[in-house]
């Protein structure tokens, strides 16, 4: 279904109240807001204005996490309804999402999946490098724009036409390395000491959802659904490659240490959804 927005984005995708899921999601996000509002109250003895922007920041969280769970498996729903359930109970019990970082994993993830059908524009491109530049100077993730940065390669590994790709993700390369020299160029102060600091059961549960989400995501079978613009079949490699950017965007998160990893715990949604997605049993067909 052609959509006039298509013609200016290939990483945006309005979300159509026609489809059944879309229409159960728009009515689950201001819920959901609500919902987180009054638990900040409730559960965290929050103010008026700190529950209103809990609200709104959950029900960001929860469409993006959504929305990057239909790019790793997009013939399964439950996958990214799991990743929103998990993303709203983790938000519920007080931890805020980097929203920055989140939406650079969806962005950069669907210039690879190209789930809309065609190569990412220009525009879409520039959208993606800002995104990293914004999650990593605002967020704070400085290793961001490097998983940024070669996930504009991977797009240009299966289409060699793409060659803008590489001068943008030069940019955004350019930012993690302007961060690492701000902090000093230590690399055993940004990756092995926060690593260092992370509670050994999140890193424990961390190593498992990897090594799952690598499991299944290699055991990716045929692709089923169809691309936005045109209905022809999603490419299983970019479906596949797009998974491991999301893996990657979650590792990199943990060169923050433990802080790091809980602002994307959505981000690790995605990958338990993935999981969950691919052991949901299937309905028989009536």
Request: aromatic share 8%; glycine share 10%; with cysteine.
């Amino acid at each position: 279904m052609t959509k006039p927005i298509y013609r200016l984005s290939s990483i945006m995708r309005p979300l159509e109240p026609q489809y059944p899921t879309n229409r159960a999601v728009l009515i689950l996000l201001p819920l959901i807001g609500l919902g987180l509002g009054g638990a900040a109250v409730f559960l965290h003895d929050a103010g008026l204005a700190d529950a209103a922007s809990t609200g709104l920041s959950g029900l960001l969280a929860a469409f993006l996490v959504w929305a990057l769970g239909r790019e790793v498996d997009p013939d399964r729903n439950e996958a990214a309804f799991i990743a929103m359930a998990l993303t709203v109970i983790a938000i519920a019990l007080g931890w805020a999402p980097a929203l920055w970082v989140l939406t650079l994993a969806l962005m950069a993830t669907r210039v690879v999946v190209r789930t809309v059908g065609q190569a990412a524009k220009l525009t879409d491109l520039a959208i993606v490098t800002v995104l990293a530049g914004l999650a990593v100077f605002v967020d704070g993730y400085w290793a961001m724009g490097v998983v940024a940065g070669f996930a504009m390669a991977v797009d240009l590994l299966h289409d060699r036409k793409r060659t803008l790709n590489l001068v943008f993700a030069a940019f955004a390369t350019g930012f993690s390395m302007f961060a690492v020299v701000q902090r000093g160029g230590d690399w055993g102060a940004l990756i092995v000491q926060p690593l260092g600091t992370i509670d050994p059961g999140w890193s424990l549960a961390a190593l498992i959802l990897t090594v799952l989400s690598f499991v299944f995501i290699l055991t990716c079978p045929p692709v089923t659904s169809v691309c936005d613009a045109n209905s022809e079949p999603l490419e299983r490699r970019r479906v596949r490659d797009g998974a491991i950017i999301v893996v990657l965007f979650a590792t990199a998160a943990m060169f923050e240490g433990q802080a790091g990893l809980l602002a994307t715990l959505p981000i690790w949604a995605v990958l338990a959804g993935l999981i969950g997605g691919r052991a949901w049993p299937k309905r028989k067909p009536a």
